[in-house]
Nanobody
Framework: QVQLVESGGGLVQAGGSLRLSCAASGRTFSRNAMGWFRQAPGKEREFVAVISWNGANTDYANAVKGRFTISRDNAANTVYLQMNSLKPEDTAVYYC?????????????????WGQGTQVTVSS
């Protein structure tokens, strides 16, 4: 069983930055891709970013490309999401998730384990 715990959310003004962290338990972290998703009030959960098992490949949603950066530290079993130039439309609960394979895509069905989420609120 894998447990994922997100942290780093909070309230920030538009244009500001936050860094989310997701700490994973278990021995499978370094072998699997990791992703970030978000869900805004009244909206469906959407893909944000994904990183392959070794960090060599990343992919981003168009809405965050150029502003967000996903990274990972396999020695620390942690994945990060650096969020810069935040906008009010980035307000959501952010979830990290572990992929079922070393490299996965954007579909939520490609992820097996999910964290509880951390709230990010961007004020205008």
């Amino acid at each position: 069983q894998v447990q994922l715990v997100e942290s780093g959310g909070g309230l920030v003004q538009a244009g500001g930055s936050l860094r989310l962290s997701c700490a994973a338990s278990g021995r499978t972290f370094s072998r699997n891709a990791m992703g970030w998703f978000r869900q805004a009030p009244g909206k469906e959960r959407e893909f944000v970013a994904v990183i392959s098992w070794n960090g060599a490949n990343t992919d981003y949603a168009n809405a965050v490309k150029g502003r967000f950066t996903i990274s990972r530290d396999n020695a620390a079993n942690t994945v990060y999401l650096q969020m810069n130039s935040l906008k009010p439309e980035d307000t959501a609960v952010y979830y990290c998730a572990q992929g079922t394979m070393a490299v996965v895509g954007r579909a939520s069905s490609s992820y097996r384990y999910w964290g509880q989420g951390t709230q990010v609120t961007v004020s205008s």
